[in-house]
């Protein structure tokens, strides 16, 4: 069974940071193209980053470029969301979610497997 856990958000100041984190379990990890993507109350839900198998190549949402950075742990079938400089406009239930292949995508419906979420919240 495949699982996907989001952890580490929470309610932070503008200008703080925060890191999720992303646990995968049931699936070859290092064989899966992984992203992160939020949703706002009454918004779609929007890309954020995504990196590649190896992690040598990430790309980010023009909203998040030069403050957040994703990465891996292959070893730890992790995957991260460093976020700084954090906003109020960043309030959203992050999710991450995972593909085969050595394609990336940045459309949701394009991902085989979704966490739960969770939640981030900035107040100003």
């Known amino acids: 069974q495949v699982q996907l856990v989001e952890s580490g958000g929470g309610l932070v100041q503008a200008g703080d940071s925060l890191r999720l984190s992303c646990a995968a379990s049931g699936l070859p990890f290092s064989n899966y193209v992984v992203a992160w993507f939020r949703q706002a109350p009454g918004k779609e839900r929007q890309f954020v980053a995504h990196i590649s198998r190896s992690g040598d190549s990430t790309y980010y949402a023009d909203s998040v470029k030069g403050r957040f950075a994703i990465s891996r742990d292959n070893a730890k079938n992790t995957v991260y969301l460093q976020m700084n400089s954090l906003r109020p406009d960043d309030t959203a239930i992050y999710y991450c979610?995972?593909?085969?292949?050595?394609?990336?995508?940045?459309?949701?419906?394009?991902?085989?497997?979704w966490g739960q979420g969770t939640q981030v919240t900035v107040s100003s």
């Open positions: 979610a995972a593909r085969g292949g050595t394609r990336v995508a940045e459309r949701a419906y394009e991902y085989d497997y």
